[in-house]
């Protein structure tokens, strides 16, 4: 009955989105006749997504329905000031088993606030942005603001860019924000996170070079830096390449850190072919600690990622003690109609450490390193359809297979996820 209630009430939504995808904005008419220095944003979300067999466990099912509305203002009455307020409502609606609570519940809160003093114009500027705010760096796989939860991530953070022809560099001071439902969303005092991230064009032919550095402090005994590189661009024969690398070196809990993680991809889009379609071959590695008992600490930290579908559909699986290859194929029947399938298969690092979730969560763990390194693999399909800019439907399932390490240190059932979900931005 609750499932049945909840697909009626995305259907709803989906019904509404569709008549406005060719109508103007809910908020045209408003900022229509506001002072041009002022803007009304908005957001609405839902999906209906569950699982079937948490924790690998027969029984451990659910499916539920989350519901997200965003509203923002901004104000720039002049070309180098800008202010910004976005309150943030996020609800989970038909559950059986998960908590509302976040990450899927956090109702009527303030998500960002900030001012933003800008100095020369668009492409030679510097600016600094001080409140609470999203953070975001590259992919997303270290620093970014995990969107695809319902309550996602903001951070109370000073943040300082500028920009000059082929090269930009941010630097920012900031503590993340801990979301707290029927409460005050506030950061903790001494968990921060401090950094740099760069940009440099032009230096190597089609492609883009970004180096950063992170330095992580927080009570609980975090006090270490990653220093990576992100280079991508273009090869001949219509090639396309990534590669991400990052070093960790400092303390954790009073234990040495040292620990490193790397992605590597290639891939092809097909485009004089029907429906362009294109085909990626990715790997990753993230090292995990080869012995617990000892002074080294190698299990790489994620910091605070957008880890949603990067290594799986049914984000079983993290950037933390892994060697992971996929295949990700993709057609595109029409310019706005996206249909992606992926494989994934997955080897613990060190057979000693565990297995890690896409936020970072340990999820099961052999310490003597006898229940083997395979962990298993994946199927998925996802279908993205972009009705027009602001409207959006997508749908996807994924499955994972248990290999060995599951079927020795967890009941070893298989995890399926799906889930349909309609967004209208205004």
């Not at 603001?145 to 930009?168: C, E, I, K, P």
């Not at 330095?215 to 990576?228: D, V």
């Not at 763990?365 to 409207?391: C, K, M, Y």
């Not at 995890?415 to 205004?426: A, E, K, Q, R």
Request: proline share 5%.
């Amino acid at each position: 009955m609750r499932s049945r209630a909840a697909v009626g009430f995305l259907i709803a939504c989906g019904l509404a989105s569709a008549q406005t995808a060719a109508a103007p904005s809910l908020l045209a008419p408003v900022n229509q006749r506001l002072p041009k220095w002022i803007k009304l944003t908005g957001e609405l979300r839902a999906r209906e997504e569950g699982f079937f067999g948490n924790h690998f466990t027969e029984g451990q099912d659910d499916m539920y329905l989350l519901q997200r509305v965003r509203l923002g203002i901004s104000l720039k009455p002049v070309r180098w000031f800008e202010a910004f307020a976005q309150g943030q409502d996020a609800r989970v609606s038909f559950q059986s088993k998960i908590q509302a609570a976040p990450p899927y519940q956090d109702s009527a809160d303030l998500r960002q606030a900030w001012v933003q003093f800008q100095a020369g114009p668009e492409k030679n500027h510097v600016t600094f942005r001080a409140g609470r705010q999203e953070l975001g760096f590259g992919e997303e796989r270290l620093v970014g603001a995990g969107n695809w939860g319902n309550v996602s991530r903001t951070f109370d953070a000073l943040r300082l860019g500028v920009r000059q022809g082929n090269y930009a560099a941010d630097v920012f001071a900031a503590s993340v924000v801990v979301a707290r439902d029927h409460f005050f969303d506030k950061r903790y005092q001494g968990d921060n996170l401090h950094g740099a991230y760069g940009s440099i064009s032009g230096w190597v032919p089609g492609g883009k070079l970004e180096p950063f550095v992170f330095w992580r402090i927080s009570p609980a005994g975090y006090n270490h830096k990653t220093a990576g590189l992100r280079w991508f661009g273009k090869l001949p024969a219509h090639l396309e390449y990534t590669t991400e690398m990052a070093l960790q070196r400092g303390l954790r809990s009073g234990r040495d850190v040292r620990a490193w993680a790397g992605l590597w991809r290639l891939g092809r889009t097909f485009s004089d072919v029907k429906w362009t379609p294109s085909l990626k071959l990715e790997v990753n590695h993230a090292s995990g600690d080869r012995d617990p008992n000892d002074n080294r600490y190698e299990t790489f930290d994620l910091l605070y990622p957008t880890p949603h579908d990067k290594y799986g559909l049914t984000d079983q699986v993290g950037w933390k003690n892994i060697n992971h290859f996929g295949v990700i194929g993709e057609i595109k029947p029409r310019k706005t109609l996206a249909v992606q399938f992926k494989a994934h298969g997955w080897w613990l690092a060190s057979a000693r450490d565990g297995l890690y979730n896409a936020p970072g969560a340990l999820l099961a763990r052999d310490a003597t390193g006898q229940s083997g390194r395979h962990v298993g693999e994946e199927l998925d399909a996802q279908v993205i359809w972009n009705v027009r800019p602001g409207v959006q439907f997508t749908g996807g399932l994924g499955h994972l297979f248990p290999g060995e390490f599951l079927k020795r240190t967890t009941p070893g059932r298989g995890y399926t996820f799906p889930y349909v979900g309609m967004l209208y931005g205004f």
